[in-house]
């Protein structure tokens, strides 16, 4: 007899054993008042014969019910217990494989308990989620992996054509011009993900100032001066007086950099762009619209998305982590960003925060 067989039965003699002894108190108080009331009201004498076969009967009939209500106990228990404990430890265990598609059906009908069903619904629940981050973590590691890869070959490539003897000067500018922008590219994409990594890890928490929203706007657009001047757009500004709101300054202005930059990036020469500041009613609205190239539907539900970049014409301008960050922000201060947009017409983006101070055009 193995190890295991004589763990098995032990176990069944621990389950045994207390119906035995309930079953055996509860059946000799029941055969003791019985006996006693038949001696009192009908004067029966039992002689020791009598007592010895009720005895030895009482003793029978405690372990044949004993055993029966183990055996109904131990069926109960597995299709109550036992079973769904299995079925919830064997999708557990295919979890810590690595598995995360593991769906286990919920246990309703006869045998069901409502505790396994929220277990069960709880575990579901889990496994979709593990499923949704690994599922992230991969697209993140492939999409780095791409966005690395292309500067650097950049960088490389060119690299080595600098080393051609009696290269002309007009080309070597322009191959060091090449290398310089594709570093400076890698460079934005590496603090961009620090950046991200650290808002999405709560590293990085709102340092609350009070200051004039539409200041900080007209700031943000000066930096970008030179590009509507090249590109020749035509910038419209429609900023209201005396709006102030209490929120981190770096942070909002990581946003407004990132709308500006996009919106003047993908309106061509020409173009038109505005940034409006409005208060309505506890909040400050801050518009900035294009008329670029514009989003699809389909590219709107996950333009917040890291990596994804829904014109790929201008990618080399960009490495799709922008919205990201500005997404990220905006939930850490406590705004709320949104876009609508037409293609071949323009976005609109629109970003709220809760204002302290309202003002008048």
């Known amino acids: ?119 069960v619904d709880c575990f579901n629940r889990m496994t979709k989620e593990l499923g949704s981050i690994e599922t992230l973590r991969t697209d993140f590691i492939s999409n780095v992996s791409h966005e690395l890869k292309t500067p650097l070959s950049v960088i490389q490539n060119y690299g080595t054509m600098l080393q051609q003897p009696g290269l002309p000067e007009e080309q070597r500018r322009e191959y060091a011009k090449t290398v310089t922008d594709a570093s400076r590219r890698l460079a ?44 020749g757009i035509e910038l419209d500004t429609d900023l209201a007086e005396d709006i102030t709101i209490q929120s981190d300054r770096a942070l909002l202005s990581l946003v407004w950099n990132n709308l500006f930059s996009n919106a003047l990036k993908f309106t061509p020469s020409e173009g038109h762009v505005s940034v409006s500041l409005k208060a309505e009613g506890a909040f400050a609205v801050v518009e900035v619209s294009d008329t670029g190239c514009g989003i699809s539907p389909e590219v709107g539900a996950h333009i917040f998305e890291k990596f994804y970049q829904g014109d790929t014409s201008h990618a080399m301008q960009g490495n799709g982590l922008g919205l990201a960050l500005v997404k990220r922000v905006m939930d850490i201060v406590d705004g709320d960003i949104s876009v609508n947009s037409e293609v071949g017409k323009g976005s609109v983006f629109t970003v709220s925060i809760r204002s302290i101070g309202n003002g008048t055009v």
């Open 188 to 231: 934005d994409l590496i603090t961009n993900i620090l950046k991200l990594n650290k808002l999405e890890n709560q590293q990085i928490y709102p340092e609350k100032e009070v200051f004039d929203l539409g200041e900080q706007l007209c700031e943000c657009l000066l930096a970008f001066e030179d590009i509507w001047e090249e590109k």
């Open 1 to 119: 007899m193995n190890e295991k067989m004589i763990v098995r039965l032990l176990r069944s003699v621990r389950y045994y054993v207390p119906f035995f002894l309930l079953m055996a108190f509860v059946v000799t108080c029941c055969m003791l008042l019985f006996l006693s009331i038949m001696q009192n009201s009908m004067g029966v004498e039992f002689t020791k014969e009598h007592i010895e076969l009720a005895a030895k009967l009482t003793f029978g009939n405690v372990v044949l019910i004993s055993l029966l209500c183990t055996v109904i106990d131990r069926i109960r228990r597995w299709f109550m217990v036992d079973r769904p404990v299995q079925r919830i430890v064997s999708a557990a265990e295919q979890v810590m494989k690595g598995n995360f598609s593991v769906y286990i059906q919920p246990l309703h009908g006869l045998y069901a308990q409502d505790g396994f069903d929220a277990i």
